[in-house]
T-cell receptor
Framework: GAVVSQHPSWVICKSGTSVKIECRSL??????MFWYRQFPKQSLMLMAT?????????EQGVEKDKFLINHASLTLSTLTVTSAHPEDSSFYIC????????????FGPGTRLTVL | EDKVVQSPLSLVVHEGDTVTLNCSYE??????LLWYKQEKKAPTFLFML????IEKKSGRLSSILDKKELFSILNITATQTGDSAVYLC?????????FGTGTSLTVIP
Protein backbone atom coordinates (compact mmCIF):
# COMPACT_ATOMS: atom_id res chain seq x y z
CA GLY A 1 0.00 0.00 0.00
CA ALA A 2 0.90 3.63 -0.24
CA VAL A 3 3.35 4.94 2.33
CA VAL A 4 3.86 8.43 3.67
CA SER A 5 6.97 9.17 5.67
CA GLN A 6 7.94 12.10 7.84
CA HIS A 7 11.33 13.35 8.85
CA PRO A 8 12.45 13.85 11.49
CA SER A 9 10.35 11.63 13.72
CA TRP A 10 11.18 13.84 16.67
CA VAL A 11 13.05 17.06 17.22
CA ILE A 12 14.01 19.18 20.20
CA CYS A 13 14.94 22.78 19.60
CA LYS A 14 15.54 26.01 21.44
CA SER A 15 12.96 28.75 21.53
CA GLY A 16 13.39 31.14 18.62
CA THR A 17 14.83 28.64 16.17
CA SER A 18 13.13 27.32 13.06
CA VAL A 19 12.38 23.68 12.41
CA LYS A 20 11.65 22.04 9.09
CA ILE A 21 9.51 18.90 8.88
CA GLU A 22 9.37 16.85 5.69
CA CYS A 23 6.46 14.77 4.45
CA ARG A 24 7.10 12.38 1.60
CA SER A 25 4.87 10.07 -0.38
CA LEU A 26 7.16 7.14 -0.99
CA UNK A 27 5.55 5.21 -3.80
CA UNK A 28 2.90 7.49 -5.20
CA UNK A 29 2.50 11.06 -6.29
CA UNK A 30 0.59 13.47 -4.14
CA UNK A 31 -0.43 16.79 -5.62
CA UNK A 32 -2.13 17.54 -2.34
CA MET A 33 -0.98 16.90 1.19
CA PHE A 34 -2.54 17.88 4.48
CA TRP A 35 -0.80 19.07 7.62
CA TYR A 36 -2.33 18.46 11.04
CA ARG A 37 -1.39 19.35 14.55
CA GLN A 38 -2.37 17.15 17.43
CA PHE A 39 -3.68 18.82 20.54
CA PRO A 40 -4.26 17.49 24.03
CA LYS A 41 -7.02 14.92 24.25
CA GLN A 42 -5.81 13.54 20.95
CA SER A 43 -7.75 15.87 18.68
CA LEU A 44 -6.26 16.61 15.30
CA MET A 45 -6.51 20.08 13.84
CA LEU A 46 -6.09 20.62 10.14
CA MET A 47 -3.56 23.39 9.70
CA ALA A 48 -3.27 23.68 5.97
CA THR A 49 -3.62 22.00 2.61
CA UNK A 50 -0.39 21.83 0.68
CA UNK A 51 -0.70 22.04 -3.09
CA UNK A 52 2.09 21.13 -5.47
CA UNK A 53 3.06 24.08 -7.61
CA UNK A 54 0.90 26.62 -5.82
CA UNK A 55 0.45 28.28 -2.48
CA UNK A 56 -0.82 26.33 0.48
CA UNK A 57 -4.32 26.92 1.76
CA UNK A 58 -4.32 27.70 5.45
CA GLU A 59 -7.15 27.09 7.85
CA GLN A 60 -8.59 29.98 9.80
CA GLY A 61 -6.47 30.91 12.76
CA VAL A 62 -3.25 29.35 11.44
CA GLU A 63 -0.48 31.88 10.93
CA LYS A 64 0.92 31.62 7.42
CA ASP A 65 4.16 33.37 8.30
CA LYS A 66 4.79 31.14 11.25
CA PHE A 67 4.00 27.82 9.59
CA LEU A 68 5.59 27.94 6.16
CA ILE A 69 4.55 25.23 3.77
CA ASN A 70 6.30 24.39 0.55
CA HIS A 71 5.17 21.63 -1.78
CA ALA A 72 8.36 21.33 -3.75
CA SER A 73 7.54 18.26 -5.80
CA LEU A 74 4.87 15.65 -6.33
CA THR A 75 6.30 13.59 -3.48
CA LEU A 76 7.48 16.17 -0.97
CA SER A 77 5.85 18.79 1.21
CA THR A 78 7.67 20.63 3.97
CA LEU A 79 6.37 22.45 7.01
CA THR A 80 8.71 24.96 8.63
CA VAL A 81 7.85 26.18 12.09
CA THR A 82 9.56 29.56 12.24
CA SER A 83 10.73 31.16 15.47
CA ALA A 84 9.38 28.25 17.44
CA HIS A 85 8.12 28.77 20.97
CA PRO A 86 7.25 26.26 23.68
CA GLU A 87 3.55 26.54 22.84
CA ASP A 88 4.37 25.16 19.39
CA SER A 89 5.42 21.88 20.98
CA SER A 90 3.14 19.20 19.58
CA PHE A 91 2.81 16.29 17.19
CA TYR A 92 2.67 17.41 13.57
CA ILE A 93 1.14 14.87 11.21
CA CYS A 94 0.81 14.93 7.45
CA UNK A 95 -1.40 12.92 5.17
CA UNK A 96 -1.91 12.45 1.47
CA UNK A 97 -5.05 11.30 -0.27
CA UNK A 98 -5.05 8.18 -2.38
CA UNK A 99 -4.70 8.62 -6.08
CA UNK A 100 -8.27 7.58 -6.75
CA UNK A 101 -10.28 8.75 -3.79
CA UNK A 102 -10.02 11.43 -1.13
CA UNK A 103 -11.79 8.97 1.14
CA UNK A 104 -8.55 7.10 1.37
CA UNK A 105 -5.97 9.04 3.31
CA UNK A 106 -2.44 7.87 3.98
CA PHE A 107 -1.03 9.35 7.14
CA GLY A 108 2.57 9.90 8.02
CA PRO A 109 3.85 8.71 11.38
CA GLY A 110 4.04 12.21 12.79
CA THR A 111 6.85 14.42 14.06
CA ARG A 112 7.07 15.21 17.74
CA LEU A 113 8.34 18.75 18.20
CA THR A 114 9.54 19.90 21.60
CA VAL A 115 10.55 23.51 21.97
CA LEU A 116 12.56 24.32 25.06
CA GLU B 1 7.48 -3.70 10.00
CA ASP B 2 4.97 -1.78 12.09
CA LYS B 3 1.55 -1.55 10.54
CA VAL B 4 -2.14 -1.01 11.15
CA VAL B 5 -4.76 -2.68 8.98
CA GLN B 6 -8.42 -1.80 8.94
CA SER B 7 -11.29 -3.82 7.53
CA PRO B 8 -13.50 -3.66 5.69
CA LEU B 9 -12.24 -0.89 3.41
CA SER B 10 -15.79 0.24 2.78
CA LEU B 11 -19.22 -0.60 4.02
CA VAL B 12 -22.75 0.38 2.98
CA VAL B 13 -25.59 -0.21 5.44
CA HIS B 14 -29.15 0.92 6.02
CA GLU B 15 -30.20 3.19 8.82
CA GLY B 16 -30.77 1.26 11.98
CA ASP B 17 -28.21 -1.42 11.22
CA THR B 18 -25.36 -2.22 13.56
CA VAL B 19 -21.83 -2.18 12.18
CA THR B 20 -18.52 -3.46 13.45
CA LEU B 21 -15.28 -1.99 12.17
CA ASN B 22 -12.01 -3.81 12.67
CA CYS B 23 -8.49 -2.64 13.31
CA SER B 24 -5.55 -4.99 13.67
CA TYR B 25 -2.01 -3.91 14.36
CA GLU B 26 1.56 -5.05 14.56
CA UNK B 27 3.85 -2.61 16.33
CA UNK B 28 6.95 -3.00 18.41
CA UNK B 29 6.05 -0.64 21.21
CA UNK B 30 2.33 -0.25 21.77
CA UNK B 31 1.20 2.67 23.87
CA UNK B 32 -2.40 3.27 22.84
CA LEU B 33 -4.91 2.80 20.05
CA LEU B 34 -7.07 5.64 18.86
CA TRP B 35 -10.23 5.80 16.79
CA TYR B 36 -11.13 8.85 14.72
CA LYS B 37 -14.09 9.82 12.57
CA GLN B 38 -13.23 11.80 9.47
CA GLU B 39 -16.00 13.60 7.64
CA LYS B 40 -14.48 16.69 6.16
CA LYS B 41 -11.45 18.54 7.27
CA ALA B 42 -9.80 16.78 10.12
CA PRO B 43 -10.39 13.54 11.97
CA THR B 44 -12.51 13.87 15.08
CA PHE B 45 -11.24 11.94 18.05
CA LEU B 46 -13.55 9.20 19.28
CA PHE B 47 -11.74 6.89 21.69
CA MET B 48 -8.35 6.09 23.09
CA LEU B 49 -7.76 2.56 24.32
CA UNK B 50 -4.83 1.40 26.36
CA UNK B 51 -6.06 -1.63 28.28
CA UNK B 52 -7.46 -4.89 27.04
CA UNK B 53 -11.04 -5.84 27.66
CA ILE B 54 -12.28 -2.47 28.87
CA GLU B 55 -15.06 -1.16 26.68
CA LYS B 56 -15.19 2.53 25.96
CA LYS B 57 -18.65 3.81 25.18
CA SER B 58 -20.07 7.05 23.87
CA GLY B 59 -23.70 7.04 22.90
CA ARG B 60 -24.21 4.54 20.11
CA LEU B 61 -20.48 4.05 19.64
CA SER B 62 -18.35 1.65 21.59
CA SER B 63 -14.89 0.22 21.23
CA ILE B 64 -12.77 -2.45 22.83
CA LEU B 65 -9.15 -3.49 22.61
CA ASP B 66 -7.59 -6.97 22.65
CA LYS B 67 -3.86 -6.61 23.26
CA LYS B 68 -3.29 -10.33 23.13
CA GLU B 69 -4.77 -10.76 19.68
CA LEU B 70 -3.65 -7.25 18.61
CA PHE B 71 -6.90 -5.81 17.41
CA SER B 72 -9.67 -3.42 18.26
CA ILE B 73 -13.25 -3.11 17.11
CA LEU B 74 -15.49 -0.09 16.83
CA ASN B 75 -19.20 -0.80 17.08
CA ILE B 76 -21.92 1.55 15.96
CA THR B 77 -25.48 0.57 16.84
CA ALA B 78 -28.68 1.93 15.31
CA THR B 79 -26.71 3.69 12.59
CA GLN B 80 -27.86 7.05 11.26
CA THR B 81 -27.01 8.86 8.04
CA GLY B 82 -24.84 11.20 10.09
CA ASP B 83 -22.57 8.28 10.88
CA SER B 84 -21.46 8.23 7.24
CA ALA B 85 -17.74 8.97 7.33
CA VAL B 86 -14.33 7.41 7.17
CA TYR B 87 -13.32 5.81 10.45
CA LEU B 88 -9.62 5.80 11.15
CA CYS B 89 -7.66 3.68 13.56
CA UNK B 90 -4.22 4.76 14.75
CA UNK B 91 -1.68 3.20 17.07
CA UNK B 92 0.64 5.36 19.13
CA UNK B 93 4.06 3.88 19.87
CA UNK B 94 5.24 6.85 21.86
CA UNK B 95 7.13 8.72 19.21
CA UNK B 96 5.12 7.72 16.18
CA UNK B 97 1.60 7.17 15.03
CA UNK B 98 0.62 4.41 12.65
CA PHE B 99 -2.66 5.04 10.89
CA GLY B 100 -4.79 2.56 9.04
CA THR B 101 -6.21 3.66 5.71
CA GLY B 102 -9.68 3.82 7.19
CA THR B 103 -13.07 2.22 6.69
CA SER B 104 -15.49 4.24 4.60
CA LEU B 105 -18.98 3.85 6.06
CA THR B 106 -22.07 4.90 4.12
CA VAL B 107 -25.43 4.78 5.85
CA ILE B 108 -28.41 4.80 3.50
CA PRO B 109 -31.74 6.23 4.72
Amino acid sequence: GAVVSQHPSWVICKSGTSVKIECRSLDFQATTMFWYRQFPKQSLMLMATSNEGSKATYEQGVEKDKFLINHASLTLSTLTVTSAHPEDSSFYICSAPGQFSYNEQFFGPGTRLTVL
Amino acid sequence: EDKVVQSPLSLVVHEGDTVTLNCSYEVTNFRSLLWYKQEKKAPTFLFMLTSSGIEKKSGRLSSILDKKELFSILNITATQTGDSAVYLCAVNTGNQFYFGTGTSLTVIP
